[in-house]
């Protein structure tokens, strides 16, 4: 299977969900997918068999990319769209793998190339903005809206825990999935 997975985030580091989309990668490597990820500038190389990793331009004046939201992950997306309308015009992906507000370039990818694509959802993008930034409170249903269309226009959401998967029954997702996170401490 030809799969492009969208990574916004620094890749690889040792953290949370670069960890996580790392177990990914290594589970569909020695399935024999062939999978293209694109991420940020930042992180480390891997190397799995049938895995090529796409980056963003690395820009000057955006460094050290933290989790949650941010203007520069705002424009580190941009670039991404732009790699995914080039990989995507050159490729026939069989299904994308998107991560966080990369489900947003999923969604269009369905609307424009016909790509289902799975949701891997960690969090509440909407809860994460709002948190963020409390003032814009009263956004909350737009926000909510435009969530709830990446989520049922997926073909499976993969939630991080029963919390999560629950809390987003309201948007009537195709197919919901729990894949807990996993302690790499043993």
Known sequence: ????LLAPHPFYQKRGTPIAVDLVLKVLSERGDQVDVITYHEGSNIDYKNVT???????????????????KKV??????FVEVIRLVSKKHYHL??????????????KILF???????MDSSLVQQIIDKYP?????????????GIA????????????ALAADIQKYQPNKTVVIPDISLLN
Request: hydrophobic fraction near 50%; aromatic fraction near 10%; proline fraction near 5%.
């Open 1 to 4: 299977m030809d799969i492009l």
């Open 53 to 71: 990793i796409h980056r963003t331009p690395a820009l000057p004046f955006i460094r050290n990319i933290r989790p949650g939201f941010s203007c």
């Open 75 to 80: 424009i580190c997306d941009l670039f991404m």
């Open 96 to 109: 994308i793998h998107a991560g966080e507000e990369s489900v947003f370039i999923g969604l269009v990818m």
């Open 114 to 120: 016909k790509i289902p694509y799975v949701y891997d």
């Open 135 to 147: 003032q814009i409170n009263f956004l909350a249903s737009i926000l909510n809206f435009i969530e």
């Open 151 to 162: 989520v049922r226009n997926a073909k499976v959401v993969v939630a991080v825990c029963d």
